[in-house]
C-alpha cells in the first residue's frame, strides 16, 4: 500500500509539484471532450422518466394507453411490466447509495421516484408521451422533513449490525464537566436539504451485447463502483460489464455511484433490444438524486477562563429515509480539532418521505467545522478573546481520537500566514464596529480539517512502438485533474513535457482504480503511476544497453531519446530502440495491492473495503485550513455580500498548484453557497421541494463572489503517500461557511445558526 515512510524523490524542475494547466480544459471549452450521454451507440432510443408527485402511499392507477399510442413510442416500463432487479451492495460496502430499486412494486416513498419510464424513437417524443401517462395514487401519512411535528428519530442503539457505521465517540465524561466549567456555549446549528447541482446532468446510455454483455456510459466518480452496482442489478458478473466514462462534468459526490434510476436505462435496452439512453431533467435531480441531508447540530463547549475547553458534547442529527441509513458524520470534525479531554459525540437520524441522502462534498466536515467553529467563535465571544488565541490555547499536538501524533500539521502556521495576509490585526473585535456608510463590514475565521485516505491502485503505462507514452487507469477525472497528474508523473520519468503523454482514463477495461471521491484518487493513484512508469523507464533502459552495448547506469532517459549521460548525440530514438530490440513497446503494470490475495482484491473490487484509514498506520494523518472572509451587510436591507475569502491550506505537497487551487477555489464557492444562498425548500403540505429548478434553489454565480485567495503552507507529509501528497478536493469545503457566518456575526451581532444566512433571518 501507498504511504510508506520512504518518499519518491522529487528533483527541482520536475514537472510534479509544476504549476500545469489542466489538459482537458480546451478539448470541454470547445466540445471536443466527450461526456457519458454524448455517446450515440448505433440504433439509440431516448428514455425519459416519470416521477411520483406525493411522497408517500401507493400507485392506485397507472394509465399508459396513451402514452403507448403516441407516434415513436416503443415501450412504457411500469412497476406491473418492469424486470426484477437483484439489491446491490450497499455503501461502504458497496457503490450503491440507496436500496431503492425503482418500479418493484407499487409503493411510494419520496415524491420523484421513478414510477414510469417510457422509450421512444426520439428525445422529444418521449418527453410528449411521459407526459400522457396517468397516475392516481392513494396518498398516505408522511414526514415531510426534520421540523415535521410528525417526525422520530433514533439513535445508533436501534441500528442492529449497522451500529458500527455510526461514528459515536466518547473520552472522559463531558457532561460532567459541562456541569462544571466556568464558561458554556450551548447552541443548535441547522442546515437545509442541499443539492450538488453539478453542470452535467446524470445519465446512463445502455446497450447490451449479442452475447450478454453489456456497455454502460454513465458519468461516475466511480468506474469499478459503477461497474459493480450494474452487475449486481442485474444478476451478472462484473466483468460482463463494461463501464465507459472518460469525462465527469462534475459530481460532488452524487455520482460517487449509480443511482437507481441508472438501472431503467440498462433494463429498457435489454427490453427493447437496442440501446437506451436516459438523461434525468434538472428538476427531477432535486426528487431522485440522493441530497445532503438536512441537519441539526448542537453542540455543547464548556472551558476555563484562560480559553482551556474542558468539555465538547456534539450531538448530530439528520434526515435519512425509511429504507436506509445514512450517516452525515459531522461531529467527526469535533473530536479532533481541540485538545479537549471530555468529548461526546453522539447521532441520531430523523426518516422522511425523501430519496435516501449521501455523500456531498466534505459529508460530514462541511457542516461540522460550521456548527462547531461557530461555536468557537461563540465561546471566543464570551472570553472576550481573540478568536484564533482560543484556537491556539487549544491545539491539538496529537490525534485525541486515536492518540497518535499527526503525519504533518501547519495550522499554527496556516492561521499566522491567514492573519497576517488578510490584516486581522486591523480587526476591532466589538460587533457592528466596523462600519462603511450603509455597510456594516464584519472579518470572521475558523479553522478545518480533513483526513486523508488512501485506497490500494493500480495503473498501466505503456511506450508504444513511436516511442510515445501512455498511461492508463480506471480511475475517472470529475474535473479535478486527474488526466493532467498522472502526465505530470510520467513525464518526470520519462523527460519529456506532460504534454506528450498521453492520459486514459475513465473505462473498467482500464487498471482498477477507487473512488474519484473523499479527496482519494489522486493520493491513491500518483504513487503507482510514478511505479509503473520508473519499470518501464528501467525496461526501456535495459532494452537500450543492449542496443548500444552500455551499461543501463550509464543511461539516461529524455525528450523522447535513451543516450549515454552528458552525450545525447550518441544515443537513439526510443521507437528505434524499441525497433532495433525486436519490441513492439514496453508495457508495465503496477499496483499498490501489497498483501492482498486476488480472492481479496475480487471480493473488494467496488467497495471501499481496503481503505486505509487516515489513523490506521503509526501516524493520523489530515489536512489543514484556516479560512478567513471579509463580508459587508447592508444596515437597511439585511442583504450579505461576500468581499474577501481567504484560505490558507497544509495538504502536504501540491502536485500541482493550478489544478490544487482550482479545487480549493471551487469548494469556497460552493461553502459560499451553503453559508449565504443554498436550501432545499420542503413545502410541509405537500412533502416535495419547492424550489427543484436553478431558478429558485439559489447558487453563487460569478457576481456574488469576490476575489478568492488560496495560500499553501504544507510540506511534504512522507505518511500520506509516497510523494508526500495528501488529497485536496474536499478541503475548500471544511472552515469556509463558518468563517462566513462569523463575519455575519462580526458585521451584525447577529448569530445566524440556521443555514443559508438571509436576510430575513438578520432584521
Ligand atoms: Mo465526495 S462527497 O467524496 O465525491
Known sequence: MNGGETMIEVAAGSPIGRATTRRDARDKVTGAARYAAEFRPEGLLHAV???????????????????????????????VNAARLYPPPLYPFGAAFQSFLPLQDERIRFAGQPVAVVVAGTLEEAVEAAGQVGADYEAAPFVAGLGDARATSYGAGDCGE???????????????????AAVRVDATYTSPRLYHCA???????????????????????????????????????????RVVSPYVGGGFGSKGGPQPHAALAVMAAREVGRPVKLVLSRPQHFGAISPRPATANRVRLGAGRDGRLSALAYDSVNEVSFDDLYVEPSGGIAALSYDVPNVAV????????????????????????????????????????????????????????????WSGKHLR???????????????????GSMREGEELIGWGMAGGSFPAYVHPSAARVWVRADGGVEVLSGGSDLGTGTYTLLAQVAADLFGVPPESVTVR?????????????????????TPVVHEAALAARDELLALAADVLGLET???????????????????????????????????????????????????FHGTLGLLRMPAAGPYAVYSWSAVFAEVAVDADLGTVRLRRLLGVYDCGRVLNPVTARS?????????????????????????RLANPNLAEYMLPVNADIPGIEVVFVGEPDPHANALGARGIGEMGMTATIAAIANAVHHATGRRVRDLPILLDKLL
Open 49 to 79: 422518466l416519470v416521477t411520483s408527485t406525493v411522497p408517500a402511499g401507493t400507485i392506485a392507477r397507472l394509465d399508459t394507453a396513451a402514452a403507448e399510442a403516441m407516434p415513436g413510442v416503443r415501450l412504457v416500463l411500469t412497476h
Open 413 to 431: 502556521e496556516a492561521y499566522e500566514r491567514g492573519a497576517r495576509e488578510f490584516g486581522w490585526q486591523r480587526r476591532d473585535p466589538r460587533p
Open 505 to 525: 482514463l475513465g473505462d473498467s477495461a482500464y487498471p482498477d482504480a477507487p473512488v474519484s471521491g473523499g479527496s482519494m484518487l489522486a493520493a491513491s493513484l
Open 663 to 687: 479545487q480549493l477555489m471551487g469548494a469556497m464557492v460552493m461553502a459560499s453557497g451553503a453559508a449565504l444562498l443554498e436550501a432545499g425548500v420542503v413545502d410541509a403540505r405537500l412533502g
Open 553 to 603: 547506469g550509464e543511461l539516461r532517459v529524455g525528450g523522447g531519446r535513451v543516450y549515454p549521460e552528458g552525450r545525447p548525440q550518441e544515443g537513439m530514438g526510443v521507437a528505434e530502440i524499441l525497433a532495433a530490440a525486436g519490441r513492439t513497446g514496453v508495457d508495465v503494470v503496477r499496483d499498490s495491492f501489497t498483501g492482498v490475495s486476488e480472492q481479496e482484491r475480487a471480493k
Open 199 to 241: 453542470m452535467e446532468l446524470h445519465s446512463t446510455t445502455a446497450a447490451w451485447q449479442a452475447d450478454g454483455t453489456l456497455t454502460v456510459w454513465e458519468p461516475t466518480q466511480w468506474i469499478a463502483g459503477a461497474q459493480s452496482v450494474f452487475a449486481a442489478w442485474f444478476g451478472l458478473e462484473a466483468e460482463r460489464v
Open 162 to 180: 449497522i451500529a458500527e457505521a455510526v461514528p459515536s465517540h466518547v473520552r472522559g465524561d463531558a457532561e460532567a464537566a459541562l456541569a462544571e
Open 346 to 405: 453522539d447521532y441520531r437520524f430523523v426518516p422522511v418521505n425523501a430519496v435516501t441522502p449521501s455523500s456531498m462534498r466534505a459529508p460530514g466536515e462541511a457542516i461540522g467545522s460550521f456548527a462547531l467553529e461557530s461555536a468557537m467563535d461563540e465561546l471566543a465571544l464570551a472570553l472576550e478573546m481573540d478568536p484564533i488565541e482560543l484556537r491556539l490555547r487549544n491545539y491539538a499536538e496529537r490525534d485525541p481520537v486515536s492518540g497518535k501524533p
